[in-house]
């Protein structure tokens, strides 16, 4: 079953004279364990793609589907519990909070969705040891460097084995050490099983993915051919 | 590439057999370049003749490359070796880009959309990128010189679908301010061409 499913979404911002068509009829499906990329220059729809696709927004028109469920015929808390557990979201400059520690700020969201705070400090220190982060988890953001910091965010963003990862130029502000580690991180817990979009207008980032979709003027204009490999082989509807 | 100046670099470590040559050359540029063992004993010949390495053994110098000689650099190809690390390669004269041409072409052809044209360009690289990264996922790190090579092939390629994305928007840009190709042609070849600054000067 594919993770994101979106249906023919448009989405308009404005009326009348200042209206902007963010985007035309786009429809993408990312099934479980694929990483795609979405690239396409300022103002072609990739950051209102991943909002609508986070739940944040909603199209004009269309159908967003997330994990089988139609995220517009949801209630409000049902939607905001789909978010807190299905969805991880990396942004380009973190978003961390700065009041809480590394391990504070990953286990934030699960003890949001009633997990004990015991439970969820847990798979915190969990999260964070598997992306090399032990030795930081009780540093503030403020004591991080900035691939640290990104790292941070992603170990948030796939806490609780989320199946849905939504990142937005999530090395936009790293060096480009840092930046490939963050795609390899990202790229590690596809494998894994996890489905993640990322938004980037960088072609080295966006090669990591294993399709990458090509958005113009609010359209998918082209898309990478995939790769044959074993996992693509097992996805293929039979 | 110089295989010339990787050999010499190789010898520079100490005295060394043409076959060695080989394997080092090859694990050193994280065997992107095969070479053929042919080219190791042509291009240790040429830098016998030229002063810049001595052959060891096997039958004394000057007699024909082959399995049981060794090469050893001398001073003069030390020289030559450090000098050739630190002149700059002349990157000053724009090479004749098959892809900037095909471009420049698509203006000029009628009923082209050319940004279809830049798009087809722009998906074959980024699949080339995905080749190319998914090797340097699979290898880790591990290989050094590989991951340099790779390194060095992602940004080529990457500078290139950057001009493409520049390319496209500055076509964009005049086509909508009403830039006509022919004609301006046209208006540029009746009042001669324009002279342009010689390039590289200062090298």
Known sequence: MSVLELRSISKVYGRGA???????????????????????????????LLTIAGTLEEPTA?????????????????????????????????????????????????????????????????ALEELGLSDQAR???????????????????????????????????LDSANGEAVMRLIHRYCKRGTAAVVVTHDAQLASWADRVVFLRDGRVVDQTATPAGPETLLEQPS | MSVRHALLALLSEGPKYGLQLREEFEANTGQVWPLNVGQVYTTLQRLERDGLVTAIGGGGPGGEPGPQKAYRITEAGAGELAKWLRVPPDLSVPPRDELVMKVLIAVRVPGTDVSEVIQAHRRYLVEL???????????NGRDVAFSLVVDSEL???????????????????????????ARAAAATASAGLPTRPTMGVRR
């Open chain 1, 139 to 173: 540093r503030f953001p403020d004591q991080l460097s900035g691939g640290e910091r990104q790292r941070v965010a992603i170990a948030r963003a796939v806490v609780g084995e989320r199946s849905l990862l939504l990142a937005d130029e999530p090395s936009g502000a």
């Open chain 2, 129 to 139: 990128m995905q080749e190319w990264t998914r090797l340097k996922e699979d290898d």
């Open chain 1, 18 to 48: 200042a209206e902007v068509q963010a985007l035309r009829d786009v429809s993408l499906t990312v099934a479980a364990g694929e990483m795609v990329a979405v690239m396409g220059p300022s103002g072609s729809g990739k950051s209102s």
């Open chain 2, 155 to 181: 940004f080529r390629v990457d500078s290139v679908i950057r001009w493409l994305d520049a390319a496209e928007g500055r076509l964009r840009r005049a086509l909508a301010d009403g830039w006509n190709p």
């Open chain 1, 62 to 126: 269309g159908a967003v589907l997330v994990n089988g469920k139609d995220t517009l015929r949801l209630s409000g808390g049902a939607k905001s519990q789909l978010r807190r557990r299905a969805i991880g979201y990396v942004f380009q400059d973190f978003n961390l909070l700065p009041g809480l520690t590394a391990a504070e700020n990953v286990s934030l969201p699960l003890e949001l969705d009633g997990t004990s705070m015991r439970k969820a400090h847990l798979a915190a220190l969990k």
